[in-house]
């Protein structure tokens, strides 16, 4: 009997010559390998020497227990990196299954919003065990008042990890309280937040222009004053609009008094965004983001992806109705007039393509902010009237073409006519989908 090779090889291809799939199933069979081989140094030398994303990628393909079992061999400040790099309900159904004391020294170096994240998904009274295990009461506070913001607010995505001077401070003495801050914690920044003795936001600093400044000079004197911020209960959206609009990095959170608490950074703002655009692409084609989310719309009982995508196909169905009823109205004229048949498709391409155009521009418009749900009757009276007026348009080239190619002008008063009512139905229920 052959006996399995110590060590699981993993070829030491540059990345120029081997794509991220193949990278990544090269992981995955190098992990397998390792487990059942029982050969833990092998697997902790290969983890180590990989990415967290690109573990997370290879987590996709392994079973919880695998997981878990990659999670000991790594530090708890790389194993929390690789969670963090996970999808969403990967991340929870990892996190679900990792021993309590675990989770705690893992908490400890996520940002706040991510721990939130995963608590929120936790039985409340597993999740009073944890906090009660943090040994940092401060922080085991916050993580306590970020959960208590609404889903959708600024306070349940910003993070309280943040570099907060006084005004009156020299350049010299913040640079020394930025390298021992450095030695404390891991906290990553983009932006100085100046503070005055009451906490209040009063300016910004960049560590371009903090590092060339002469060092006797005050944090006041170099500072951007009342800088751009938002509260801590506006809408999420609103936030991520904002950092992407003026290309910051990060945005200040203050409270109703002004008072800086927090931060949301660029990150953050892109997993907004990402979920929006997610979410509305969903909406256009009828289907609910939610279910889809959870895997409903995959692998769950049938019943409920029936229930997710019937109502929209009600409305495809209600156009095809009217296409079918528009088909019916010239029932005795295509007996009378056969040729009239050849031209069915064009009626029914030319209705498609400006039912898809009305509805790709709403949903481009959602996405961008351009267009508000308050306004929808607005927008669908507006893109009746554009199909009406495109159907004009149209209408009369092909009704002057078939007049003059087949020498009968009523036959192409009868198509031009079809198109315009034909493309003015489509565009409004193009808008309404």
């Not at 609404?150 to 390298?179: C, F, H, N, Q």
């Not at 409004?428 to 989908?433: D, E, H, N, R, V």
Request: negative net charge; glycine residues 6%.
């Amino acid at each position: 009997m052959s006996t399995a090779p110590e060590q699981v090889p993993v070829p030491e291809t540059a990345p120029e010559q081997i794509d991220e799939s193949q990278t990544i199933a090269l992981l995955v069979s190098a992990i397998e390998g390792y487990l059942e081989q029982n050969n833990y140094a092998g697997l902790a030398r290969t983890l180590n020497e990989t990415h967290p994303a690109d573990i997370a990628l290879a987590f996709r393909s392994l079973f919880v227990g695998q997981r878990l079992a990659c999670l000991d061999m790594l530090a708890d400040e790389v194993a929390a990196d690789v969670i963090e790099h996970l999808d969403f309900d990967l991340m929870i159904e990892t996190m679900a299954e990792v021993e309590t004391e675990k989770v705690v020294q893992l908490m400890h170096f996520m940002p706040a919003d991510e721990a939130v994240d995963v608590l929120n998904e936790f039985e409340d009274q597993k999740v009073v065990e944890i906090i009660r295990r943090i040994p940092d009461l401060r922080y085991a506070k916050h993580l306590k008042e970020l959960m208590t913001y609404p889903e959708d607010s600024v306070g349940s995505i910003m993070s309280s990890e943040l570099v907060k001077v006084y005004a009156d401070m020299k350049v010299e003495e913040t640079l020394e309280y930025l390298r021992v801050r450095a030695e404390q914690d891991n906290t990553s920044f983009y932006y100085l937040y100046v503070v005055d003795r009451a906490g209040l936001l009063a300016g910004v600093v960049g560590l371009r222009v903090l590092i060339t400044s002469p060092s006797y000079m005050a944090i006041s004197d170099i500072m951007k004053p009342d800088p751009l911020s938002i509260n801590h209960l506006d809408d999420k959206e609103a936030a991520a609009d904002m950092i992407q609009k003026y290309e910051f990095l990060s945005l200040p959170v203050v409270d109703n008094t002004e008072k800086l608490i927090g931060l949301v950074t660029w990150d953050d703002a892109v997993e907004v965004i990402e979920d929006k655009l997610t979410d509305e692409y969903f909406t256009s084609s009828g289907v609910s983001s939610e279910d889809f989310e959870t895997g409903e719309l995959l692998s769950g009982h049938p019943v409920t992806s029936i229930k997710s995508r019937t109502p929209w196909l009600m409305f495809t169905l209600l156009g095809s109705f009217v296409t079918v009823w528009i088909g019916n109205f010239y029932t005795e004229t295509i007996h009378t007039l056969p040729v009239l048949a050849i031209f069915i498709p064009l009626l029914g391409g030319m209705g498609g393509n400006v039912g898809t155009q009305s509805s790709a521009l709403i949903v481009r418009g959602l996405a961008t902010g351009h267009v508000s749900l308050s306004n929808a009757l607005g927008y669908i009276i507006q893109q009746s009237l554009i199909g009406l007026l495109i159907g004009l348009l149209i209408g009369l080239i092909v009704s002057g073409t078939v007049a003059v190619t087949m020498g009968n002008p009523w036959l192409g008063v009868i198509i031009g006519g079809s198109l315009l009512v034909n493309m003015t139905v489509a565009a409004a229920i193009g808008t309404l989908i």
